[in-house]
């Protein structure tokens, strides 16, 4: 936890105290308008402008709410290319949307396989599908990292090639927003969501992030579950009946959004705006390569790592595969004061932050995991 954020919760809860209701106008920060103060720092962080960006409700909600505008399948059209080994919110979202129109998930879900016998997903893959597929895939909808493997996909590239098959492109940043150097507006997907619990330090179950694209803002033919809080702010209290959609991404609302959640993700986000994405990625590049080295020096045979070598393929996590999978090592990882993260079937994540992690804490990590290989495997 930032040790800012207890200050800026604390904010709230007196404004609560002294003002009640009132604090939606009077309030230090007015709740009213509190999610508009974070859409510029967080546009910053995922390269959007700020009107493509909005905070609200949780992530599978949002992936919900974004293909229910976005994934619009016919018969010719109905299928969605979806990321290898996908966390299984994901998968249990999509599978649900296909069903939800009528198309059965094993005709419909297309997941990206690896190439040969590593656990990487190359472009040329990609591409193979969408040359055989693409007319009949409505939507890709991908990680910005995958969180098994640690490999990062090129935004960019699968963007355009999705476009040039007339598909929608969306992608899920849950472990890219605030990890990688992200550039959304230029390349240019339709939609993303992420979560701001992981990277982006805002505290359990908050509030997720999400991008629609400025070439779809204004667009009311697009279909989307509504509520108040995405009506046109002029008339928003007029309590009209007919819904009139705010034309940014903040049209995609539905409801007042949790502002002890929003005060925690305000904290985090004047850090992140403070050190700078640049400065961050730069010093996360060097992070995990020196943990890669330190790892690869001992040659364990135990354990390989499956995550890209090349940095522009990769976030700051690297996945150490168990040769046997066994999860006394990772046991022993935690004992001694390790937070890494144990993925069925096989994976060890380690994830070095630059925010809160040193060259000094991977020197001792790898001292530590070779103890542990050395005494336990
Ligand atoms: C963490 C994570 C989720 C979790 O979704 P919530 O709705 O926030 O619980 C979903 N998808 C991915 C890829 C994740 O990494």
């Known amino acids: ?101 009528g198309f059965e998930p094993e005709e419909s879900m297309i997941e990206l396989k690896p190439d040969g016998d590593g656990e990487i997903v190359s472009i040329e893959n990609m591409q193979k599908i969408l040359e055989e597929q693409g007319d009949q895939i409505a939507m890709i909808l991908i990680g910005g990292v995958n969180y098994y493997t640690g490999q990062a996909y090129d935004i960019k590239k699968i963007t355009a090639m999705g476009h040039a098959k007339g598909c929608i492109v969306g992608f899920d940043l849950a472990h890219a927003a605030g990890n990688l150097q992200l550039q959304l507006h230029d390349d240019g997907p339709d939609f993303a969501a992420w979560c701001t619990y992981k990277y982006l330090n805002s505290g359990p179950g908050s509030l997720s992030g999400c991008f629609i694209h400025e070439r779809h803002h204004g667009n009311s033919d697009l279909p989307r579950f509504a509520g108040w809080w995405g009506h046109d702010k002029k008339t928003r209290f007029l309590m009209g009946d007919e819904f009139k959609p705010i034309d940014t991404a903040e049209g995609w609302q539905l409801s007042n959004p949790p502002v002890l959640s929003m005060a925690a993700i305000k904290a985090s986000l004047d850090i992140f705006a ?15 390569a020196y943990l890669e080295y330190l790892i690869h020096q001992e040659n364990d045979t135990n354990i390989g790592i499956i995550t890209p070598s090349d940095p522009t393929q990769r976030g700051c996590q690297l996945s150490i595969q168990m040769k046997n999978p066994d999860k006394k090592l990772f046991h022993y990882l935690t004992e001694q004061g390790v937070i890494a993260d ?21 020197w001792l990590f790898s001292k530590i995991l070779h103890a542990g290989l050395d005494t336990l495997l």
């Open 1 to 101: 936890m930032p040790v800012s954020t207890t200050d800026y919760v604390l904010q709230e809860l007196e404004d609560w105290k002294n003002l009640g209701v009132d604090g939606h106008f009077h309030a230090k920060n007015p709740w009213m308008t509190y999610h508009e103060l974070l859409a510029d720092q967080m546009a910053e962080v995922v390269g959007a402008l700020p009107s493509e960006v909005v905070v609200m409700n949780s992530l599978t909600v949002n992936l919900h709410l974004l293909m229910v505008s976005f994934y619009r399948p016919t018969n010719k059209r109905h299928k969605i290319l979806f990321d290898y080994s996908p966390f299984p919110s994901d998968r249990y979202a999509i599978a649900s949307q296909v069903k939800f129109h």
């Open 274 to 288: 403070e050190a700078g994405m640049l400065n961050l990625r730069t010093k996360s590049t060097l992070l995990t």
């Open 342 to 362: 144990w993925r069925e079937p096989d994976v060890i994540r380690v994830a070095p932050t630059p925010l809160y992690n040193s060259f000094e804490d991977i």
